[in-house]
């Protein structure tokens, strides 16, 4: 058995490829089957003449989605370079489908998403979660460049990270409750004291009742951290990351971005140039002489977002926000301390936030006091307060939303299809 994306090296000779019939057309005596067997996608001829009559029966009786296992000779499409096709010589029914529900026409988006099991098998689909893979893959890689290692981080957790009001409780024995985690970041705080520079990958919970193309219940985050890291370096770790994604997207994406209809030169632009900068302080009123009415204080909206990057070639970090909007571990800015030393990463191309980062309070009196500025229990706390006891440093992360980074690299409107299986407010099936 060969696999269709290495077809080309088998010009000429006799292969067989297993999948499943994608669509279907004959005219006479000949069929026009196109298989896709997960790594790609392939035309395949059939001609009565030259097959058994158990053969043409199978080509010709195998509706969309049925498995087959097609036997024939491969060669390059007589006018579209790189293109090819395969003369088929024997085919096998390895499973006949019932007629398939998903049809190629459109469909609403709820009749997709509660056959979500069977949608995924869709082109646009399969290209889309091999651009996940693509980003998850160069995730890894960065990191491990820069000298992180993975640790990892538990899903049940005593207390929050993000703020109380997003928290999903889930009863737990005779403990009473633990909440699904909604960043492993104070764990990887934790772990940078054993091993320097380290990361999480795992899903993480919100319960947020927002219903946007950008929000999702359960979703994908790369929580990194590093010891004697601040503010500043945060950032360009940030810059490398999602240059190091894009350039991977761009170099290994070429068949998926086709499909996509994504067109690759505003991330091949973005790769090559600096990111802007904005405090918090100067976002506002630039946004203001724009045409937002945001205020200060206020956090940005969906809106404002947009309007920072809609005519930068390059992503834009605000940072330094008002500590009254941001969580208690941030470490507050000594020249200014109404403000935190964190970032907001918004991306090109309407992408919004990618990533959250900041430094991190390193001082136990410090941060105490901000956990009883934010109403939240020092006790639950006391671990994450050891921290600060034992040779605390200056350290720094963040934390990349993998669907958000995988939107934007798809340029697919909604985030629901960035991940297999999407949980949003109204939607926990299949
Ligand atoms: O900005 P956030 O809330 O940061 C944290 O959770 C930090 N503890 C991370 C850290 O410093 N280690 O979330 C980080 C990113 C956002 O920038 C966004 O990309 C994504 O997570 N995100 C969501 N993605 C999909 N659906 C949601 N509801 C999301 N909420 C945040």
Redesign the pocket.
């Known amino acids: 058995m060969v696999f269709i994306s290495d077809i080309r090296q088998h010009i000429g000779q006799t292969v067989e490829i297993k999948g499943w019939v994608y669509n279907t057309r004959s005219s006479g005596s000949l069929a026009f089957v196109e298989i896709r067997d997960g790594s790609g996608f392939i035309q395949c001829v059939a001609s009565k003449q030259e097959l058994s009559d158990d053969a043409w029966n199978a080509i010709t009786r195998a509706g969309q989605e049925s498995s087959v296992a097609i036997t024939g000779i491969p060669k390059e499409h007589p006018k579209k370079a790189g293109v090819f096709e395969i003369s088929v010589t024997h085919v096998v029914l390895i499973h006949q489908a019932v007629e398939y529900p998903i049809a190629h026409k459109e469909h609403g988006p709820e009749f997709l998403l509660e056959n979500r099991h069977l949608w995924l098998r869709s082109k646009r689909q399969w290209a889309i979660l091999r651009v996940r893979d693509v980003v998850e893959t160069a995730i890894n890689e960065y990191l491990h460049q820069q000298k992180f290692i993975r640790t990892d981080s538990p899903v049940f957790t005593p207390n929050s990270?993000?703020g109380t009001t997003t928290l999903f409780p889930v009863p737990y024995f005779d403990l009473g409750e633990a909440y699904l985690s909604?960043?492993g970041?104070l764990y990887i705080e934790a772990a940078i004291a054993s091993v320097g520079r380290c990361y999480d990958f795992g899903p993480v919970f919100?319960a947020?009742k927002?219903v946007t193309k950008?929000?999702?219940?359960e979703?994908w985050?790369m929580?990194?951290?590093a010891a004697f890291v601040e503010h500043e370096e945060n950032m360009r770790i940030q810059e490398g990351l999602v240059k190091y994604i894009a350039s991977a997207c761009i170099e290994k994406c070429t068949e998926e971005f086709a499909i996509l209809e994504r067109d690759s030169e505003p991330l091949k632009k973005m790769v090559e140039l600096p990111f802007v900068k904005l405090t918090y302080e100067e976002a506002i009123p630039w946004l203001r002489e724009r045409g937002s009415d945001i205020e200060l204080g206020e956090d940005l909206g969906n809106d404002d977002e947009a309007l920072l990057t809609k005519d930068s070639p390059v992503p834009v970090f605000i940072h330094k926000w008002p500590k009254t909007i941001k969580p208690f571990y941030m470490k507050l800015d000594p020249t200014d301390p109404t403000r935190v030393l964190n970032n907001?990463l918004i991306g090109i191309e309407g992408s919004g936030?990618?990533?959250?980062?900041?430094q991190r309070e390193d001082n136990f009196d410090l941060l105490l006091e901000r956990i009883r500025e934010e109403g939240l229990s020092p006790e639950e706390y006391s671990w994450y307060m050891d921290l600060r006891k034992y040779g605390s440093v200056p350290h720094s992360?963040?934390?990349?939303?993998v669907?958000?980074m995988v939107r934007w690299m798809t340029g697919v409107e909604h985030?629901r299809e960035c991940i297999p299986f999407p949980r949003l407010v109204n939607r926990v099936r299949p």
């Open positions: 990270v993000e909604q960043s970041q919100r947020e927002s950008r929000h999702l219940t979703f985050m929580d990194a951290e907001d936030e990618i990533i959250g980062g900041s992360g963040f934390g990349i939303g669907e958000r985030i």
